[in-house]
């Protein structure tokens, strides 16, 4: 919060609770998909897909909790 990096219209301990609770389920989506490829999908993981996933689920977190500095310096060129 200091360095301006989250949303000031959001309390700390619900970015913080939000954090936790999204990063719990991506992991344990990536680590089933992963133990168990053919469980949610009907075809095996693909290495540049999961990249893909994660690029994505990073982007979708720095929009939801991010100032809008942090969207800025987080997009690449």
Partial sequence: MSRSELRTDL???????????TMDRFQDALLTEELD????????????????????FT???RRAIGSEKAQVSGKKG
């Fill in 11 to 21: 309390d700390a301990d619900m970015i913080g609770s939000i954090l936790e609770w």
């Fill in 37 to 56: 490829p053919g469980l949610f999908r009907k075809q095996g993981s693909v290495p540049e897909r999961k990249e893909a996933r994660i690029e994505q």
């Fill in 59 to 61: 982007e979708m977190m």
